[in-house]
């Protein structure tokens, strides 16, 4: 026996296999302890190897594997109402267009935004918010977008900070007022300028967005009029992100890509020249099964390219109310695979480590190790692969945000 001075550790957790997900695999370690102080990693490995400790608590998980806390790196968690009338309409034979013509889509959700309270929006953002922590999420990326005016896209930046204040998870918000139109404006040229003389500063000047993202599409912006918002944000010191080739291809992600973007996020449609831009500006491809599943879309992304091109895939709920209601990340992690081709080892970085990365975390979060943000999930299932496995189900056991096991609201 050495005199060996002991680690302090406020925790130490063991009892269970860990997949770490460093450098984007399994990475196991067998009969694992975790050792955490000050909410950080301070001692990760086998068990048998443990120095000598002194820890204030002691965790038995019992059994299971542990894996990073699930980050969910694209939603638009917070809006008002929700769009299930709809989904009863077009299944009964309504066309898109009609429910446009009848204030549908995405114009009713901001207007149900712009008229809720911001109580209300926190009230209904948190219902779905539990049910993405349930299902062993521990960091998420929530989108402005619906409220398209200076006040109420503050109004839901707010809400999402708010989020974080109220719960056990991190929240990393994007100012997403490049998403649509609003009624007021009939030119989109002058709602850019809009958002790049008024809206754009005034989130910077007041510190409420990590990142910028806008909608590249034929029905939403053009590359051109997303570039010029791009080159504001990148003034005011905001990273970017985009929604690109969803429906077509149109130059957005090469584009976005020339801003170093975090991520380019959908993707069905981009070409090996998007690949490449994206595999040299280290822009996180982030696919989003779920709006490609609602939407009966067929041109699935180009996963053996990105493969080829060593561009990291992460996987999102894109839960929104009108083309991905997705309220489960794990259920993302399967379709990835069914609908993608995925495997449940990419599928699991892909909402961990490479996420992270999507969400300009990777040095504190996505992965279990010495340094990294103690953010981790005890699972009731026998191999890692279970967890693109099962549609569905209750599968965690231990919830630990920042070395705290948590399940719900912060005491």
């Not at 649509?180 to 967005?209: Q, R, S």
């Not at 090469?254 to 280290?282: G, N, P, T, Y």
């Amino acid at each position: 026996m050495t005199n060996e001075t002991p680690i302090m550790l406020d925790s130490l957790w063991r009892g269970a296999h860990v997949a770490t997900m460093k450098n984007g695999h399994y990475s196991v370690i067998e009969n694992a302890a975790i050792g955490v102080l000050e909410g950080r990693i301070v001692w990760i490995g086998d068990a048998s190897h443990l120095p000598a400790y002194q820890a204030q608590q002691e965790h038995d998980l019992g059994g299971g594997w542990i894996t990073p806390g699930l980050i969910d790196c694209h939603t638009h968690l917070v809006f008002g109402g929700n769009r299930a009338g709809e989904f009863e309409q077009r299944l009964n034979g309504v066309s898109y267009q009609d429910i446009a013509k009848q204030g549908g889509g995405i114009a009713s959700s901001v207007s149900a935004t712009r008229n809720a309270s911001e109580a209300e929006l926190i009230a209904s953002a948190s219902r779905r918010l539990k049910s993405l922590m349930a299902d062993g999420v521990t960091t998420i990326e929530i989108k402005s977008g619906y409220g398209l005016s200076l006040d109420s896209e503050l109004k839901m930046l707010r809400v999402a900070t708010e989020l974080e204040n109220q719960f056990p998870v991190t929240v990393k918000r994007t100012c997403l007022a490049a998403h649509a139109m609003p009624p007021e404006f009939d030119n989109k040229d002058a709602y850019i300028d809009f958002l790049c003389d008024t809206v754009l500063p005034k989130v910077a000047a007041l510190g409420m967005a990590d990142a910028v993202d806008a909608f590249c599409e034929g029905i939403a912006f053009s590359t051109e009029q997303v570039e010029r918002y791009f080159q504001t944000a990148k003034s005011l010191g905001l990273p970017v992100k985009i929604h690109a080739e969803q429906l077509s291809s149109l130059g957005g992600t090469r584009m976005a890509a020339s801003f170093s973007a975090l991520s380019a996020d959908h993707i069905e449609f981009i070409e090996e020249s998007d690949v490449k831009a994206m595999a040299e500006s280290d822009t996180v491809a982030v696919l989003l099964p779920g709006a490609f599943f609602t939407l009966k879309e067929t041109q699935r992304p180009p996963i053996a390219l990105l493969r080829q091109y060593g561009v990291p895939m992460a996987i999102a709920t894109d839960a929104n109310p009108g083309t991905s209601p997705a309220l489960s990340l794990r259920l993302m992690m399967n379709m990835s695979c069914t609908l993608f081709g995925l495997t449940p080892e990419e599928a699991l970085a892909g909402a961990t480590i490479h996420a992270a990365k999507a969400l300009g975390m990777g040095d504190t979060h996505g992965s279990l190790e010495v340094g990294k943000t103690a953010d981790f999930v005890c699972w009731d299932v026998e191999s890692p692969s279970e967890l693109s496995y099962w549609l569905g189900g209750n599968l965690v056991k231990h919830r630990v945000y920042h070395g705290e096991e948590h399940q719900g609201e912060k005491a």
